[in-house]
């Protein structure tokens, strides 16, 4: 009887260090500042890295950031190298085909990015180049809006390169989600003579829902946990502190 007793208890022990090993691997893109980019240490930082180590906290779990490349992420994901993709990826109905999603964690809009003064309307850009981030909401909407009224859409695979494009006069434009336009351009001595040009654009069939967590096809309890742990951090105050840590203003969105 003590044996089984002991055996028991030892299978038990077991099992909750099993438990408490669990680890989930968020794949992440490192090229988009201030969401994520590479420190000093060469390791990821920034708002979806810390975003992605508050969750864990909150659901008890081992966090592992990934990199990957944008236009990789989904196929990363379905391959089975990393459990989440947690890099700004926003909810659409066409992505939604593809992956599952979480709630959103944020929400903001996107902005054109060109010469101070430049008046934007759909034929702003007839006969001259557009830069966006290759296989992003941006991108899309650049190639059916201002595309098909005569401009060229220019895809970059990191979002850095299109503003050093759009700096030397290789690009006419860059359309961005507007917090990255704003701290890694606007924001920088690379930007001055640049600014905002033209509206907010919001539109659902194209920009989503806001940002979400991606997972695999059918993987529920993931996207549950997620949920949850996106619902807790939020209510704890720890949403907050990283927001704050980055930007001045609700990220989360309306």
């Given at each position: ?14 099992f ?153 006069g ?26 905002f ?6 539109e ?16 529920a ?34």
């Amino acid at each position: 009887m003590k044996k089984v007793l002991a055996l028991t208890a030892l299978t038990a022990s077991l099992f909750g260090m099993a438990a408490q090993a669990e680890t989930i691997r968020f794949g992440i893109d490192g090229n988009y500042p201030p969401f994520a980019k590479q420190g000093p240490d060469g390791k990821l930082q920034g708002f979806d890295v810390d975003i992605a180590y508050a969750l864990c906290g909150a659901m008890k779990v081992t966090c592992q950031i990934v990199p990957q490349d944008w236009d990789g992420l989904i196929p990363a994901l379905n391959a089975n190298k990393f459990d989440a993709i947690l890099s700004s990826m926003s909810i659409t109905d066409e992505r939604k085909k593809a992956v599952d999603f979480s709630n959103k964690y944020y929400h903001t809009p996107s902005r054109m990015i060109a010469k101070e003064g430049l008046k934007v309307d759909q034929n702003a850009f007839k006969g001259k180049k557009i830069g966006a981030l290759r296989a992003s909401t941006q991108e899309r909407f650049a190639k059916d809006y201002w595309g098909k009224a005569g401009a060229s859409v220019v895809s970059y695979g990191k979002t850095p390169e299109a503003f050093l494009d759009l700096r030397s006069g290789r690009i006419d434009g860059v359309f961005v989600d507007a917090t990255v336009g704003e701290l890694d351009f606007l924001k920088t001595p690379q930007g001055k003579g640049f600014a905002f040009v033209g509206p907010d654009y919001n539109e659902a069939k194209y920009f989503g829902y806001g940002a979400g967590i991606a997972v695999k096809k059918g993987n529920a309890a993931l996207v549950s946990r997620l949920n949850q742990a996106i619902d807790q951090i939020r209510k704890d105050g720890t949403y907050k502190k990283v927001q704050d840590k980055y930007f001045t203003f609700d990220v989360y969105g309306k």
